[in-house]
């Protein structure tokens, strides 16, 4: 287990993001053990295991978990308190729509966020599908106090592409 001892003790993460694999050479049973025990064993070190739905429409085609209610169901199945949703609004919005729906409904089993626009995966002030002033909203209102990370391409530098975050009244933070 060095490379847990790593992430806790160097890189000082406290979740992670458990990968599903691709299909067909994933299996549901095969995937829901190894979830149970991975959140088993991370939740020994203080590290939440995270399950991420990935769209199979634009990013990876054979992707094994592609929609959010798959990844609900595999976390009422597995039934742990160590196994929380990593919830990708690029992904979501791209499988499903209704970010407003969405986002209220699994909010409370969710153990981080991730943002991106759609189509083009940019800062969230560039032109595309979601309306992150209002989703910003949403997630105020919903009393979300965790972490979002940015999963864009940038368009030009990583300092530049943060400069939405003072546009829309947010302060920048490091881990």
Known sequence: MVFIDFIVNSAMCFRMH?????????????????????????QKEGIL???EPVNSKLTLPDYFLDTCPQALTY?????????????????????SGNLTSMIKEYLPYTGHIQLAQVPDRHEPNSPGEINFPYVFKVL????????????????????????????????????
């Open 140 to 175: 105020e209102e919903a009393d979300y106090k965790g972490w979002i990370g940015l999963e864009y391409n940038p368009k030009g530098s990583t300092v530049e592409s943060l400069s939405w975050m003072s546009e829309m009244g947010y302060k920048t933070s490091t881990c």
């Open 18 to 42: 458990i990968m599903a694999g691709l299909k067909p050479e994933a299996s549901e049973e095969v995937y829901l053990e190894n979830i149970k025990y991975a959140a088993e064993r991370l």
């Open 75 to 95: 976390i009422k199945k597995i039934d742990h308190p160590n196994l929380k949703l990593q919830l990708d609004l690029f992904h979501l919005q791209i499988m």
């Open 49 to 51: 295991a995270l399950i």
